[in-house]
C-alpha cells in the first residue's frame, strides 16, 4: 500500500502569509495527487488535482506542485476563509489519504 | 448543480448491520465512478470503496473486505452501501463522494455529500 505522510501536522499563519504543505508517497505516484480542504462539520472540498491542476472555482492564491514522491501545496497570500484543515490523496494505486494538516491562526 | 445526499446513518450494536444509500442528481450518474469514504471523530478521511459507473466493478479497503458491500442502482441514481459485522472501529460520518471518471480506479473527486453518522456501541 502507498503511504502519504503530511508536513506539517499543524501550521500556525496569520492573514496574509504565504503557506506551504508537504506531501510524500511511500513510493512514485507520477502526478496522481489532489488537494482537499476541509473545515469543521463540513465535507472535504477538491482543491487540486494530477498535482497542480487548479479545480473549477478555486481560488488562484492556491496552487500545486510536485511530481513521483515529493508534492506541494501553496496559498500565496493566507486569506480568513482559508483557515482549514488539507488533506493530500493519492490515486496512482487504490486511493489513500494524508494525515492532514490543520492551518491555524496564529 | 451537483448534488449528493446520504442517509442511514444512526447507532448499530457490535455485529449489526446498516445499510446507507446516496442520491444523487445534477450529473449522468452512470458516466461517473463514486465512492464512499469515512471520518472517524477527530481523525482524518479514509477511502472505503468505490464503484465504476456501471456497477461491475468494485474496491474496498482491507478492513471492510467480506463486510461491506457496495452497490448502486443507475435507474434510481442511487447508491448503496451494506455494511454488516460492524464494529466500535466502524464509528465515523460516512460520505459518498463522485468521481472525477467512470473508472472505479485511478481517479479523486470532485463532490462529496454532507455526510452521515455512523456510530457502533452497546
Known amino acids: 500500500d502507498i503511504q502519504m505522510t503530511q508536513s506539517p501536522s499543524t501550521l500556525s499563519a496569520s492573514v496574509g502569509d504565504r503557506v506551504t504543505i508537504t506531501c510524500r508517497a511511500s513510493?512514485?505516484?507520477?502526478?496522481?495527487l489532489a488537494w482537499y480542504q476541509q473545515k469543521p462539520g463540513k465535507a472535504p472540498k477538491l482543491l487540486i488535482y494530477?498535482?497542480?491542476s487548479l479545480e473549477s472555482g478555486v481560488p488562484s492564491r492556491f496552487s500545486g506542485s510536485g511530481s513521483g514522491t515529493e508534492f506541494t501545496l501553496t496559498i500565496s497570500s493566507l486569506q480568513p476563509d482559508d483557515f482549514a484543515t488539507y488533506y493530500c490523496?493519492?490515486?496512482?494505486?487504490?486511493?489513500?489519504f494524508g494525515g492532514g494538516t490543520k492551518v491555524e491562526i496564529k | 448543480e451537483v448534488q449528493l445526499v446520504e442517509s442511514g446513518g444512526g447507532l448499530v450494536q457490535p455485529g449489526g448491520s446498516l445499510r446507507l444509500s446516496c442520491a444523487a442528481s445534477?450529473?449522468?450518474?452512470?458516466?461517473?465512478?463514486m465512492n464512499w469514504v469515512r471520518q472517524a471523530p477527530g481523525k482524518g478521511l479514509e477511502w472505503v470503496s468505490a464503484?465504476?459507473?456501471?456497477?461491475?466493478?468494485?474496491y474496498y479497503t482491507d478492513s471492510v473486505k467480506g463486510r461491506f458491500t457496495f452497490s448502486r442502482d443507475n435507474s434510481k441514481n442511487t447508491l448503496y452501501l451494506q455494511m454488516n459485522s460492524l464494529r466500535a472501529e466502524d464509528t465515523a460520518v460516512y460520505y459518498c463522494?463522485?468521481?472525477?471518471?467512470?473508472?472505479?480506479?485511478?481517479?479523486?473527486?470532485?463532490?462529496w455529500g454532507q455526510g452521515t453518522l455512523v456510530t457502533v456501541s452497546s
Open positions: 463522494a463522485k468521481a472525477m471518471s467512470i473508472a472505479a480506479a485511478g481517479t479523486c473527486f470532485d463532490c
Open positions: 445534477g450529473f449522468t450518474f452512470s458516466s461517473y465512478a
Open positions: 464503484i465504476s459507473g456501471s456497477g461491475d466493478i468494485t
Open positions: 513510493q512514485s505516484i507520477s502526478s496522481w
Open positions: 494530477k498535482a497542480s
Open positions: 490523496q493519492q490515486y496512482n494505486s487504490y486511493l489513500t
